[in-house]
Nanobody, 115 residues
Framework: QVQLVESGGGLVQAGGSLRLSCAVS????????MAWHRQAPGKQREFVAL???????DYADFVKGRFTISRDNAKNTVYLQMSSLKTEDTAVYYC?????????WGQGTQVTVSS
């Protein structure tokens, strides 16, 4: 099981940008899937974006064109670049790793978008 530590959350105005980071213990080269999920108050956790070890990416419809997931293999870090933020993007954002059938979650980082 890998250890994940998110950072980069904060308060931003609508229309602004933030970049979240997820530092991974060990090498991310072999991790099958790295993903971001989010959970807003009173709502279930939902998928946001993923990146596979083969270079594929996928996004939830509500972030397509606004968010970009990327990996820096040298730094063992996964990023989520968020632009054109909306108030409805307010949530705790969680990093997730799926490696050899074992899933791991980070502790989450709060993103608050004000109007």
């Amino acid at each position: 099981q890998v250890q994940l530590v998110e950072s980069g959350g904060g308060l931003v105005q609508a229309g602004g940008s933030l970049r979240l980071s997820c530092a991974v213990s060990g090498s991310i080269l072999s991790i099958n899937v790295m993903a971001w999920h989010r959970q807003a108050p009173g709502k279930q956790r939902e998928f946001v974006a993923l990146s596979t070890s083969r270079g594929a990416t996928d996004y939830a419809d509500f972030v397509k064109g606004r968010f970009t997931i990327s990996r820096d293999n040298a730094k063992n870090t996964v990023y989520l670049q968020m632009s054109s933020l909306k108030t409805e993007d307010t949530a705790v954002y969680y990093c997730y790793a799926l490696n050899s059938g074992i899933g791991s979650w980070g502790q989450g980082t709060q993103v608050t978008v004000s109007s």
